[in-house]
T-cell receptor, first 112, second 114 residues
Framework: DGGITQSPKYLFRKEGQNVTLSCEQN?????MYWYRQDPGQGLRLIYY???????QKGDIAEGYSVSREKKESFPLTVTSAQKNPTAFYLC???????????FGPGTRLLVL | GESVGLHLPTLSVQEGDNSIINCAYS??????FIWYKQESGKGPQFIID?????DKRQGQRVTVLLNKTVKHLSLQIAATQPGDSAVYFC?????????????FGQGTILTVHP
């Protein structure tokens, strides 16, 4: 089955803790993206990567970090600097930049 | 900054009717548009896209219309079914240095009554 997988489905973070959200795709897509969705709102771009070993900040990158060491993987770390991390996090990929983006099932992050 | 917005936050239709969901965009440099469907607790699902060199594109039961003169995008769903109930988002890409960045609207909730 080709697609995008995200894990875990639910994640709980304690104060001051860094947590990492996983995103894997086996679609052979070059570009990958991380979005944040708050209740009743659209998606806001956190980071994106057009190619391995390269990534760019989106609109709300503060308090987040990413890496792109492999084409298939684009993990997102929510650091303790992100003061309001509770949200639904969505990973997406596209064949190349500016093509249709396909989304994973999402990870819901909650703060204890 | 530039943004994408929706005229109607909610739309209720009867099963079998045609649905039209509208979207206004303000960035005249946008040249690529996508419609997504999102069911509760799931990731957005790609429905259909259109580039600015077209004014209409059809898929299975869906049609997207683009009017660049008034910066308006619409999604038409034929013979709407209860399974079409979801939040629908339009998204735009402004090209140039925006790369793959999509700007999303807030969404329209479509409810289909049996």
């Amino acid at each position: 089955d080709g697609g995008i997988t995200q894990s875990p489905k639910y994640l709980f973070r304690k104060e001051g803790q860094n947590v990492t959200l996983s995103c894997e795709q086996n679609l052979n897509h070059d570009a990958m993206y991380w979005y944040r969705q708050d209740p009743g709102q659209g998606l806001r771009l956190i980071y994106y990567s057009q190619i391995v070993n390269d990534f760019q900040k989106g609109d709300i990158a503060e308090g987040y970090s990413v890496s792109r060491e492999k084409k298939e993987s684009f993990p997102l770390t929510v650091t303790s600097a992100q003061k309001n991390p509770t949200a639904f996090y969505l990973c997406a990929s596209s064949v190349r930049d500016r093509e249709s983006q396909y989304f994973g099932p999402g990870t819901r992050l909650l703060v204890l | 900054g530039e943004s994408v917005g929706l005229h109607l936050p909610t739309l209720s239709v009867q099963e079998g009717d045609n649905s039209i969901i509208n979207c206004a965009y303000s960035n005249s440099a946008s040249d690529y548009f996508i419609w997504y469907k999102q069911e509760s607790g799931k990731g957005p699902q790609f429905i259909i896209d259109i580039r600015s060199n077209m004014d209409k594109r059809q898929g299975q039961r869906v049609t997207v219309l683009l009017n660049k003169t008034v910066k308006h995008l619409s999604l038409q769903i034929a013979a709407t079914q209860p399974g079409d109930s979801a939040v629908y988002f339009c998204a735009e890409n402004a090209g140039g240095t925006s790369y793959g960045k999509l700007t999303f609207g807030q969404g329209t909730i479509l409810t289909v009554h049996p």
